[in-house]
């Protein structure tokens, strides 16, 4: 019994809102039986125009409905006893289960990020959840939902209270002070967010597309697949950046953004190893530029649903994305000119820089890119030479970095160079180890 007590439960509809689309189910069948003629039998009832034979049917529906829907509360209740979580001293707690119970926990020193998502549902009630991200697997996200809105934002600044191992006491800050703090990237205008998903290159084929299939008359099936294949990929854009605002608080980057589902993101500063500035080629006019970065324990597949977003600025000023990377500086080495026999279109722009121990690599022609990372992230070194960079005396210097969409090479190098950059990046100077407590 005192182990039940210790765990503090969530919000009495949190099992009604998972198993929200069968409930739409239940009234969308009832609404099927209760048509137009069953209203008008109930209203002619109670004028007293005909005696109540008439409604037997509508009103077996009706008790079935109120039948199904008590089993469901109290079903729902049973469930919602058994969930709830715990703080603990070292670690988060997560119990759920009825007839299988499961207990989830995540150890504060292994936490990268600790989120507050608002589902569409769930907004509708004023309630959120409190999504966890860990160092682990596919499966490192522990979410407690739902809790009221308030309670939900002061469980995140709890959570992360514990993560940097301060008092709680100090780590809260006045809403008004907060609110007066300047942030790193202000609310992105709609407009702009608009825009930049219509000059996606994704976008545009997708639209090019659809016009030949009107042109040609095709039929509707040919566009369906590519339908499915870049309509998800366009709404992933455009819902990452609507309404979104970027600060920091002490050595945590906050970001909010979110078109359906609301959601404020809290990542660990230093758990943030590469960052990578894209500025696609349809956005040079307009001087925008986008913003990705690899976090420790997010892997390669993180997206503003499943996981937290690894695109911290989705479309900004240059200004604004170069707050996210160190000081610039010259390239310390760069392709020669038989590079292009590899690399024809962006052979100029591949160089790399080493300033201040970091790495600071430089490609691309139509789409450009900035990489940086510090050199104690990088997890480990690969030299490579195919037969046509061999015949060319050319050699390409892999960084292996954590999963995550920032992926770095010094590519095309000089024998010499490629030799003389790895030399030094082997003598980095690595982390502490701490083993696992």
Known sequence: ???????????????????WSVILALIAAFALNVNMAGLRDIFAFITGEHRGEALRDTALALVGFIAVCAVVWLVSGLWWRRMGYRLGAEELSLRRGLLSVQLRTARYDRTQAVDVVEPVIARLFRLAAVRVETAGGQSSVIEIAYLKKADAEALR????????????????TPAAELAEEPALVPEIPIARSLIAAALRTSTLFLAGFLILVVVTRLPLSTALPILVGVLPNAWNVLDSSWRYTARTD???????????????QSIRLDRIHAVQITQPFLWRPLGWYEVRVSVAGYGASASGKASGSTRILPVGTLAQ????????????????????????LDYRQQTVALNGGYVIVRNGRLNRRIKAIHTSHIQELTYR????????GLATVDLDLVQGPVRMAARNLTLAAAAALLTQLRSRQLPDFKPPR
């Open 321 to 344: 994305a170069r707050q996210f990377l160190p000081a610039d500086a010259a390239p310390t080495y760069a392709s020669p000119a038989r590079a292009k026999w590899v690399s024809p």
């Open 157 to 172: 600044d709890d959570i992360l209270a514990r993560v940097h191992g301060a008092p709680i006491s100090q780590t809260e």
């Open 1 to 19: 019994m005192s182990d039940q007590l210790s765990f503090r439960r969530v919000h009495r509809l949190t099992p009604l809102l998972r198993l």
């Open 250 to 264: 002490g050595e945590v980057l906050n970001i909010t953004y979110g078109l359906a589902d609301r959601r404020r």
């Open 385 to 392: 030479r195919g037969p046509i960079s061999q015949a060319l």
